[in-house]
Nanobody, 123 residues
């Protein structure tokens, strides 16, 4: 069993920044990816970014390229999402998840999720 715990969300004005963290504990796997998704009220969970534990590979949704950066601390087993130049449409609950097989941008193909952290971008 894998446990994930997100933190770092909050209320920020448009153009502001936040840094999210996802701490991974419990059982770990030798080769898997970690993804960040977000979910606005009444919407489906949407892919934001992905990083591989075993390489430097990263992937981003077009809507966040150039503004968000995903990174990792392998020793501490923490995934980060640095979010800059935030926009109101970035508002939602942000989740981190474990991806082992299947489509890396599809939430249904993730095995474990954290409880999420709320990000609200508003003036």
């Amino acid at each position: 069993q894998v446990q994930l715990a997100e933190s770092g969300g909050g209320l920020v004005q448009p153009g502001g920044s936040l840094k999210l963290s996802c701490v991974v504990s419990g059982r770990t796997f030798s080769n898997y990816d970690m993804g960040w998704f977000r979910q606005a009220p009444g919407e489906e969970r949407e892919f934001v970014a992905l990083i591989s534990w075993s390489s430097s590979y990263t992937r981003y949704a077009d809507s966040v390229k150039g503004r968000f950066t995903i990174s990792k601390d392998s020793a501490e087993k923490v995934i980060y999402l640095q979010m800059n130049n935030l926009k109101p449409e970035d508002t939602g609950v942000y989740y981190c998840g474990v991806h082992r097989t299947g489509r890396p941008t599809i939430a249904d193909d993730y095995d474990y999720w954290g409880q999420g952290t709320q990000v609200t971008v508003s003036s």
